[in-house]
Structure formats: structure tokens, C-alpha cells
């Protein structure tokens, strides 16, 4: 499409300078196909800090991505190893409403890892792309804890604990295991789990290609036997997927840009429009903080081997 100079400069003293140039990116937009770009980063859940995942934190940034002007898709980079399955479901609910709302597909594309909570994200999609070597499933539930009612008595500490209710200190890591306690537990994990084999099959299907006892029972592969087994539609990265979908002139749109700050002293890593902070930017209770969040999203991700 070509504008000669005199409609140029009619548009110009019609609708202003700014006005003209707003109506002339307008059109560039919809001369190139659009696709607008979610990371999905991180541990999943209210009660982490960092590069955590949440409803509430990635609300704003998912409405965003649904609404940019003449998009023909959304696409989701899923980097995590899973977390808290209310926010995954949480958050898938909200992607899968917008695109059906929308009316537009979205599209996975796993980097490192999508396991547990992190498939659970990627499910979301109508298709999903992997690397061959991405980390894929953990369908599954996982609680883990200490026993520590020995150590304490040796250390001569009395435990003393006072509750209104038979069952208020379940499975307190300062006494002795009950079997009732943990016949409780085994039953909520069980009903969580069904939740996540609900939308597995809710969301893949036919796609499916094994029996559920061997997709279902926790273990992780790699991306190339995700494929085979139907975990994942295909293996490829998002701008190479994209560009031969939608063309060369495809604009990808980042909608919520990665943060820095004190997971990368730790190692996490990760690109950062921000400086690191450092050490004495935290108070005493941001700093124990940050460090038991780390310890436990360190502990999440080296269950892959990352």
C-alpha cells in the first residue's frame, strides 16, 4: 500500500501531526500480522517472591496481551517447574476465558522447563512447542516436609502446642507421624491430582497417545518424547514456529518484560531491563525472606536438573 504525498499532507492538517502519525502506525499494524508475547517464568504461587507466578501478579499483564490491537495470536514462554496447582488453575482459567472471548489461539512454547504446575500452564494452549531437550510433565501432586520430633528431643526442647480442634496440628513436623493424618493428606492430593488429569484431558485429548497410567503417574521426559507421547504438538522455538505460520513481516509484542533484582545473586539469571539490587537495599526481613523463597524455588527447579 502506497499514500502519495499530497493525501499525506491532507491527512496532516485534517487530523494533526500526532494524529496522522498514530493513523499511519495503525496501519503498519495491520499491514504486518501481530502476535503479542506472555513469559510465564518462574515458580508458581501467592507465596514466593521473585520471579514467582500468580493470578493477581499477572492479571494486568494477560489482559494486555488479549487486547492489543489487530493481534492474530497470543503465544506463552513457559519457564517453570510448577508450584501451587489453585494459582496454575487460576491462571489457565483466565487465559483460556480471554482467548475464547477473543477469539484467538494461543500458542506454548516451553523453554527449560513445563512440569507440574508449569504443564499445567502450557495445557492452556492450542498447541505446544518444546525444544528436544525441555523438561515436559510431572503430572502429578507432591507434599514434603520434615520429621523432626527426634532431633528436638535430643536437643532437650518440649514441644508445647495448644489447639481448639482434634485435627489442628495434623501432621506437625515436631511430632510423631499419624497414619490418620497422612490417609488425609494422601486423600486431598489425590483429589488435586484428579483436577490436573481433568484438564490434561480436558485440554489435549485425542492428542494423547499413550495409556493415562503412563502420562499421569508423575514422571517428566525430555521434549522429544513429549512429542511422541503426545504431550506437545511439536518441537521448535516461538519465532522460528511463528514466522513460517504468519509470515517473515511478523511483529512479536512483549507484553511483560523479566525483572531483576535478588534472584539473580543467586544464580536464577535471566535477562533484566532493571539493575541487580544489592545486598544492602533489603531490610533484615526482606533478606530472610528472599533467602527461604530461594531456598525453596531453588529446591522446585533442581528437581529437573536445572
Not at 93 to 110: G, H, I, T, W
Not at 148 to 157: F, P
Request: glycine share 12%; proline share 3%; no cysteine.
Amino acid at each position: 500500500m502506497t499514500v502519495s504525498w499530497t493525501e499525506s499532507v491532507k491527512d496532516i492538517l485534517r487530523w494533526g501531526p500526532l494524529g496522522w502519525l498514530g493513523r499511519g502506525l495503525a496501519r503498519l499494524r495491520r499491514r504486518h500480522p501481530t502476535v503479542a508475547v506472555l513469559r510465564l517464568s518462574g515458580t508458581i504461587g501467592r507465596g514466593m517472591r521473585g520471579r514467582s507466578l500468580s493470578l493477581q501478579d499477572l492479571a494486568g499483564d494477560i489482559e494486555r496481551a488479549f487486547s492489543l490491537s489487530h493481534i492474530k495470536a497470543v503465544a506463552l514462554v513457559i519457564n517453570s517447574p510448577g508450584g501451587s496447582p489453585v494459582q496454575s488453575s487460576l491462571i489457565a482459567k483466565r487465559l483460556r476465558d480471554l482467548a475464547e472471548e477473543k477469539d484467538l489461539k494461543v500458542y506454548a512454547f516451553v523453554e527449560d522447563v513445563a512440569a507440574s504446575g508449569g504443564y499445567w500452564l502450557a495445557s492452556v494452549a492450542d498447541e505446544i512447542y518444546a525444544d528436544r531437550s525441555s523438561v515436559i510433565g510431572s503430572i502429578g501432586v507432591i507434599s514434603a516436609g520434615f520429621g523432626l520430633q527426634d532431633a528436638i528431643s535430643k536437643l532437650g526442647v518440649e514441644r508445647r502446642v495448644y489447639t481448639a480442634g482434634t485435627s489442628k496440628s495434623m501432621l506437625d513436623p515436631f511430632k510423631p507421624e499419624q497414619a490418620k493424618d497422612v490417609k488425609h493428606l494422601q486423600g486431598l492430593l489425590g483429589e488435586i491430582h484428579e483436577a490436573f488429569k481433568d484438564q490434561v484431558r480436558l485440554r489435549r485429548g485425542a492428542k494423547l497417545k499413550v495409556k493415562e497410567a503412563q502420562l499421569f503417574n508423575g514422571q517428566f521426559w525430555t521434549g522429544a518424547k513429549a512429542l511422541e507421547l503426545g504431550l506437545v504438538d511439536g518441537l521448535g522455538d516461538l519465532r522460528g514456529e511463528l514466522r513460517r505460520r504468519y509470515g517473515a513481516k511478523l511483529r512479536l509484542v512483549l507484553i511483560n518484560p523479566p525483572k531483576g533484582g535478588f534472584r539473580r545473586l543467586l544464580g536464577f539469571g535471566g535477562a533484566t531491563q532493571q539493575p541487580a539490587r544489592m545486598l544492602s537495599d533489603f531490610s533484615s526481613g526482606d533478606l530472610a525472606g528472599d533467602l527461604l523463597a530461594a531456598v525453596e524455588e531453588r529446591a522446585l527447579w533442581s528437581r529437573f536438573g536445572l
